[in-house]
């Protein structure tokens, strides 16, 4: 789906849900209501593929605005702090930027759905809570400053899975001495899917949806016959034509179409899904 900014993320998975009549619709990852842009969506027995595609990276573009700290990392919350950015040289943000790429421990925003002792983390930020998030490992595969018309930094970044772009806004700015926030985001890519080829939610038909196999293609194929469509089917392995990968799941199709994701098991494929129809 093409999200415009505004709506949650579950607006949209309910506007999708009244559309097609389906309620086993969800997504491969949230955008905040100021955000927009590319939210792929799940629909059907293809929502039982989503882990599979769950690590999938995102591409972003955005602005940071530099010297205006938040309490929510963009333009939605409230100033903490503001600080002077004129005295930051083109060399210092080139430095700054170039520390980022690569993997580093990011601490999720505090009004963030990370869980602290079992509750979201923005609902006790909320409550006037402190809240600081376990930092983690995330991955900053690209980040491009596009234009730097400070204190505006509009920038293109594609990022590891659970990498919140608010919070690299953040410390951009921690970085550079000045503090800065999010004020603009929109995903353009996620995995191989791209915005340019989504519709909008009220646009969306069934002849809209692609395959459910997209979100498996990075995975081993093994082709079946009908006998053994029939067993993959009712959850009975089948052999296997070669070894797989240690911990890897194998498709299986039978022509063009993707019956389950199956686990080796010695020389054995066993379903773990399946998403073909009896």
Known sequence: MAKPAGP???????????????????????????AKGLLVLVVGRATRLAPFAGEWPKTYEGVIRLGVTTDTDD???????????TAITPAQL??????????????????????????????????GEVVKPEPR??????????????????FRATVSAGTYVRSLARD??????????LTALRRTAVGPLLLADAVAPEAVTPAALQDAAV????????????????AVQHGRAIPSVRMADAGQPTAIFEGAELLAIADQVGDLLKPRVVVADD
């Open 75 to 85: 333009l939605t919350g409230a100033v903490v702090a503001t600080a002077p950015w």
């Open 8 to 34: 949650t993320s579950h607006d949209v998975v309910d506007i999708v849900r009244r559309a097609l009549g389906e309620q086993r619709v969800g997504h491969l990852g949230t955008l905040d209501p100021f």
């Open 94 to 127: 080139a430095d700054v930027i170039g520390g980022f790429r690569g993997t580093y421990e990011q601490r999720p925003p505090a009004y963030s759905a990370v869980k602290i002792e079992g509750e979201r983390a923005y609902r006790r930020a909320r409550r």
């Open 172 to 181: 951009i700015g921690a970085k550079l001495g000045c503090g800065a926030h």
């Open 215 to 230: 979100l498996v293609a990075h995975l081993a194929r093994r082709q079946v016959d009908k006998k053994e469509r029939d």
């Open 137 to 154: 490992p995330v991955e900053i595969r690209e980040l491009e400053i596009v234009e730097a018309a400070v204190p505006d930094l509009q």
